[in-house]
């Protein structure tokens, strides 16, 4: 007898929680903070450590200094960093059984703070790319996460699907609070515990192994 799913949508980040990213995102930031700073975009007292690339962007988008021509020197910064990172970037463990186990239960998409091409091209490497119905890219959102806009883009899509008939998995506090904002229940995978508790990002639950994730999609026996 087929188990009951408690979800007709799940939403997954891709770096570290599909994909075993090799991106230094700490050094694409300390890179994307030196330039803004040496601009005089931010500080040099800037909170850098409470910010992830994504909401250091938009605190200089915020600041009303940051040119264009500024932000795409930026953007090519971050466009390499992904580019060496995302080379050679095998899955997590487990992905593929899992997700050849969920097709046909649940609508799959694929949400991520990357370049839609460049993501479409690493799950298109790694033989996963057909178990989704929809990639959004940071080119289908208004703000990267944690903005909840490209999970909105995606939830659009599905317009008989209620936000809360979703799951999104994800492995950090951005993924958690664009899923919280959206009105989406959050599954952390592999994540820091304490970052989500100091942020108020609530969770379903957290899991280790992707193999888990079946036990929240469906019924018990």
């Known amino acids: 007898m087929k188990r009951r799913c408690r979800y007709k949508a799940i939403v997954f980040d891709m770096d570290n929680t599909l994909l075993r990213s090799r991106i230094d995102f700490p050094r694409i930031k300390r890179d994307v903070f030196g330039f803004l700073n040496g601009c005089g975009v931010l500080p040099p007292d800037f909170p850098l450590g409470e910010h992830t690339i994504a909401t250091l962007i938009e605190a200089a988008r915020g600041s ?39 097709r046909g239960d649940v609508a799959m998409s ?68 664009a899923a919280q904002q959206g009105g989406v229940p959050f599954l952390a995978y592999h994540a820091n515990t304490a970052e989500f508790e100091r942020r108020s990002v609530p969770v379903i639950g957290h899991i280790r192994s992707m193999r888990e994730l079946a036990d929240y999609v469906y019924d018990g026996d």
């Open 64 to 102: 009303g200094k940051l040119q264009a021509a500024w932000e795409a020197e930026i953007w090519d910064t971050v466009v390499r960093g992904e580019r060496e990172g995302m080379a050679g970037a095998e899955l997590e463990p487990f992905v593929p059984e899992v997700l050849e186990r969920l």
């Open 110 to 177: 694929v949400l991520t703070n990357n370049a839609r091409e460049a993501a479409i091209e690493a799950l298109h490497r790694t033989g996963i790319v057909s178990c989704f119905e929809h990639i959004a890219g940071r080119e289908q959102m208004a703000a990267l996460k944690p903005s909840p806009s490209g999970l909105l883009h995606l939830l659009s899509h599905y317009p008989h699907i209620r936000a809360d008939e979703w799951l999104a998995v994800g492995d950090s506090w951005i993924d958690g609070k």
